[in-house]
């Protein structure tokens, strides 16, 4: 079952910029995008982009979603301690007819 | 508000069967796919299982593939998960989830607080 890659963690600083990324090949991130989760420890996932970026009513707009190529970003600015948790792309995968997550980054914020 | 509730989970020995439920209220329960997903304490998250808003397309990862079976009732706002054949691997935290479309898209838009199933002998 094809997979999505992501860093297995990320750190930066307190006001600063995280940039998370979400490699996968053509069939998959290339020609559909990736959604975004985020998770804190002990609840349940929060949606924050669908695979074409749009951003749901709730998230911040420091939050941002993109796409270049075969690598799907999601963009944090202004880094707040309540961003530190972990972030899953995923994305469905026609050829497979599966849905595909990635590994998940876990944000640190110094 | 979109509200999922889980039920089902529990303590099973291997080999058995259990049958999660989710009952889904808040929103047009027959406009949108569902889905569930599972979690190992810890880990990363693990697509299971996903349905059309008509029950007419199911797709499964190969990890449950010939050994889960996902349905809904639409007339009851409900999702289900038939597993059989349960392995040590198979425990989880089980999620229910609420596509953003018709079809799974992977949008995963709403998630419920999960049902925990434990495979041990």
């Known amino acids: 079952q094809a997979g999505l890659s992501q860093p297995p963690s990320v750190s930066a600083g307190l006001g600063q910029t995280a940039t998370l990324t979400c490699t996968g090949n053509s069939n998959i991130v290339g020609s559909g995008g990736a959604a975004w989760l985020q998770q804190h420890q002990g609840h349940p996932p929060t949606f924050l982009f669908s695979r074409n970026n749009r951003r749901p009513s709730g998230i911040s707009e420091r939050f941002s979603a993109s796409r270049s190529g075969n690598i799907a970003s999601l963009t944090i600015t202004g880094l707040q301690t309540e961003d530190e948790a972990d972030y899953y792309c995923s994305t469905w995968d026609s050829s497979l007819s599966t849905v595909v997550f990635g590994g998940g980054t876990k944000l640190t914020v110094l | 508000e979109v509200h999922l509730v889980e039920s089902g989970g529990g303590l099973v020995q291997p080999g058995t069967s259990l049958r999660l439920s989710c009952a889904a209220s808040g929103f047009t329960f027959d406009d949108y796919a569902m889905h569930w997903v599972r979690q190992v304490p810890g880990r990363g998250l693990e697509w299971v299982s996903g349905?059309?808003?008509?029950?007419?397309?199911?797709n499964y990862a190969d990890s449950v593939k010939g050994r889960f079976t996902i349905s809904r009732d639409n007339a009851r706002n409900s999702l289900y998960l038939q597993m059989q054949n349960l392995r040590t691997e198979d425990t989880a935290l089980y999620y229910c989830v609420k596509d953003s479309y018709e079809y799974s898209s992977s949008n995963f838009e709403n998630w419920g607080q999960g049902t925990l199933v434990s495979v041990s002998s």
């Open positions: 349905i059309s808003w008509n029950n007419g397309v199911s």
